[in-house]
């Protein structure tokens, strides 16, 4: 990367597009609004820091959702709240169901593994392989998972089963 | 609910509830302005691990197939990347337990099923991995050469493809091959059979015998490069062993080793080249000196101590009363004849006389006190865990009476526990040796010294360093 400018304005680029999804993501791995904020910081900060890592990089999304992804596991260890009830989440902006909110409390209620899975495949909206590069764990691991989120997630809304 | 209702819903569901999780039109400016803060401050060592495994989580992306041929490398480049399996980060440890239930190497139990599903901390979920490893490989020793045999047998009893496998992942994986063998896929006109029948009849031939009386022997056959290739040389060959029972009398050899080329089916050595040459061999000397240094190794033996720094201070105070002067005699008379082994001196020999040994007289020093006093100097002087003295399984002792009595040790590196050290077989404490003199009278440290470990190059002056 060249000149501070360029790299602030890659900075810009990165935040408006990643931004508000990282932090929705983010909030529901660490299930705390201000470990999620800051765990947005901190990705952005260190995706700037080694902005020319990412020309290494086949792609910007599994770039900064691994760095996302590790930032926020390495704060779970302060997540002190690890049950979360519907007046425990942020206020919306945006009028929503209550199977809408049902279906966020339970995917909060997924294990770590199976929770970052499901958040990347069908929120960031990213492929098997992608997500394998992004946990470094082998693709029909991902599958795996996936199959055993959705088996556990109809367990949970049907049963209202929770973890810890 | 199946997969793609999940992922309608769960778009929706995440932005309207989550919906007053907004942008923070600021947080562009602090990133940058936190980054100008910290230009001029070093890096932080933990930003540069995280790059490091981010980097080596890329190498994964190959792992797309279930199979667990295709898994198993990742195994072989974590252990490169990261050393010892009992030192990799629990998630990666996760990822093998996880692999080895995926594939019913393992039973799936509760404990197995909370590590794969990331439900435990990473100080249990490290430590339940290391146990259903260590309970799968069926020794403390997890590594993937072990891995891969608990997984598909012992490697003598895989197929030709699957050690052509494992060298090749071994390649790729960037693990050094030039010392070790190089296995490939067998090819050419020359089949596995008609390989085996082209040794066993040079064999026949060079000890006239008919053919039958090789029947007794065990012959292995695989397809490998030779161990003593010349570098750039790639040419595989059938590689045939024949090996003696143990405990076969009159046998016509322990072992003989042919390679036959694939295509040709010539052998790169015949039976009788190979058994001429070991003819010629050099042999232990046989001379007065050397049967009566066998007879003290042979007392020592028994005792069991199988190095000349093992041997109770009472037998090196009779050797060095015996046959040190007989050893410096000749070492002074110039003429080292008496003292030739394998065609040169025997340095061992030489090094072992260059000191007069004896036992500790009332009022000196006990070895348990010069002990404490030699391991207090090289850990303070060397910055060595002092708890690692207590490990050394082979440490040379001598009470040296050539001048002032001295207590002598020395610490064999090569006899730590490998699993005791960070570093595994690469720990700087694996490769150096290290001495201590201590005055047995005053107690006072003489000398303390460290010196790398030598393999091959014995001087003398490198092996008088062990005595």
Redesign the interface.
């Known amino acids: 990367m060249g000149s501070d400018a360029a790299r ?1 304005q890659r ?2 680029q990165l ?1 408006q597009v990643h ?2 999804k990282l ?3 983010c ?2 791995l660490l299930q705390d ?1 201000a470990l ?2 800051k765990a ?2 901190e990705t ?3 995706a ?3 902005m020319e ?1 990412f020309y290494e ?1 086949s792609s910007e999304k599994i770039w900064l959702m ?2 996302a992804v ?1 930032s926020c596991k390495d704060m779970w ?1 302060a997540v002190k709240e690890r049950h979360k009830t519907p007046d425990m ?9 209550k ?3 049902a ?2 409390l339970a ?1 909060m209620a997924l ?4 929770r970052e899975v ?1 958040l990347l ?3 960031q ?1 990213m492929s098997a ?1 992608e997500i ?2 992004t ?7 991902v599958a ?1 998972r ?5 088996k556990e ?2 367990t949970i ?1 049907e049963g209202g089963k929770s ?1 810890g | ?3 793609k209702e ?2 309608e ?16 039109p600021w ?2 400016e ?3 302005a ?2 100008r803060e ?1 230009k001029n401050v070093k ?1 932080k060592i933990s ?1 540069g691990l ?2 490091m ?2 980097l ?3 190498a ?2 190959a ?4 199979a667990w041929r295709d ?1 198993a490398p ?1 195994i072989a480049q974590t252990e490169h990347d990261e050393g010892d399996f009992i030192n990799w980060p629990a ?2 440890k996760q ?1 093998v337990i ?2 080895l239930a ?1 594939h019913e190497f393992i039973e799936k139990t509760e404990e197995i099923q909370a590590l ?4 435990l ?1 990473q100080d249990e979920a490290s430590r339940m991995a290391d146990e259903a490893a260590k309970a799968f490989v069926g020794n403390e020793n997890i590594c993937f050469m072990n891995i891969m045999q608990a997984a598909w047998g012992p490697f003598d009893d895989w197929s030709d493809e699957d050690r052509a496998w494992y060298s090749q992942v071994m390649d790729d994986t960037g693990v050094d091959q030039s010392d070790k063998t190089v296995y490939a896929v067998p090819a050419g006109n020359v089949s596995r059979d008609e390989a085996a029948a082209i040794a066993r009849k040079s064999v026949a031939e060079a000890c006239q015998v008919d053919e039958n009386v090789l029947d007794a022997y065990r012959m292995t056959v695989n397809y490998q490069l030779p161990e003593f290739r010349e570098p750039g040389d790639e040419q595989p060959y059938w590689y045939v062993v024949l090996e003696a029972p143990r405990n076969m009398s009159d046998k016509l050899f322990s072992d003989i080793e042919l390679f036959v080329h694939p295509e040709t089916g010539e052998l790169l050595e015949t039976a009788s080249e190979i058994l001429s040459a070991r003819k010629n061999i050099p042999v232990p000397p046989d001379n007065q000196l050397f049967r009566e240094i066998r007879t003290y190794e042979e007392k020592a033996k028994e005792m069991g101590a199988y190095t000349f720094g093992e041997w109770p201070l009472e037998l090196k105070a009779v050797y060095s009363k015996e046959i040190t002067p007989k050893v410096q005699a000749i070492v002074e008379s110039g003429d080292l004849t008496e003292l030739m082994n394998c065609g040169q001196p025997d340095m061992r020999v030489v090094a072992q006389s260059s000191s007069i040994y004896g036992i500790p007289q009332n009022g000196m020093m006990t070895q348990e006190e010069a002990f404490q006093v030699a391991s207090d100097a090289l850990a303070e002087r060397y910055a060595i865990p002092h708890d690692l003295f207590e490990e050394y399984d082979e440490i040379a002792v001598y009470y040296d009476v050539t001048d002032e009595p001295l207590w002598k040790f020395v610490f064999n590196p090569k006899s730590l526990p490998v699993e005791k050290l960070k570093g595994g077989y690469d720990d700087p404490l694996f490769q150096m040796c290290y001495r201590a003199e201590v005055d047995a009278g005053t107690g006072q440290i003489v000398c303390v010294e460290e010196f790398p470990f030598e393999t091959g190059k014995w001087t003398l002056e490198y092996m008088k360093k062990w005595y």
């Open positions: 602030e900075l810009k935040i931004e508000v932090l929705r993501m909030y529901m609004k999620a904020e947005v910081q952005f900060y260190k700037y820091q080694d890592q990089e691994k760095i590790n260890h989440l942020p206020k919306a902006a945006l009028p929503f169901e199977k809408d909110e279906l966020i995917v294990p770590l593994k199976l499901v495949h069908d929120y909206d392989s394998a590069q946990l470094g764990i082998p693709s029909w691991a795996r996936i199959k055993a989120a959705v997630l109809e809304l973890h | 609910m199946d997969e999940l992922r819903r769960l778009y929706h569901a995440v932005d309207t509830r989550l919906s007053g999780l907004e942008a923070d947080l562009a602090r990133v940058i936190h980054g910290s890096k930003v995280v790059w495994i981010v080596m989580l890329i994964v992306t792992l797309a197939v279930a898994f990742w998630e990666k990822i996880e692999a995926e794969c599903e990331g439900r901390n």
